[in-house]
């Protein structure tokens, strides 16, 4: 498990050791059912509905694109900060 400090929520953003398929998987929940994905991720973590949302709300959209609309700058890695805006990026749709 990694954790990742967010200049834009100003917080720390845990990011769990899961397996590829897992991370696809809940990655690709998020813009269908947020609701959904907040259980998935608390169910296979282990976390409450809180820490599971921290999480998912730094889930890229679009593969390899910072999450954050206005910045929209590209990742260099899976999960981390954008060189640009700062804001943990969590990229498991790679």
């Avoid at 400090?5 to 590829?20: F, I, K, M, T």
């Avoid at 921290?54 to 593969?63: E, K, S």
Wanted: aromatic fraction near 6%; include cysteine; charged fraction near 25%.
């Amino acid at each position: 498990m990694q954790s990742v400090r967010c200049r834009g929520c100003r917080d720390w953003v845990r990011v769990p050791d899961l397996e590829p398929a897992e991370r696809v998987r809940l990655a690709a929940l998020y813009p269908e059912d947020r609701m959904a994905a907040m259980r998935e991720i608390a169910q296979v973590t282990g976390w409450d509905l809180r820490e599971a949302k921290r999480l998912m709300l730094h889930f890229t959209t679009t593969p390899g694109v910072c999450h954050f609309d206005p910045c929209a700058t590209k990742l260099q890695a899976v999960v981390g900060p954008c060189a640009v805006c700062g804001r943990v990026n969590v990229d498991w749709l790679r």
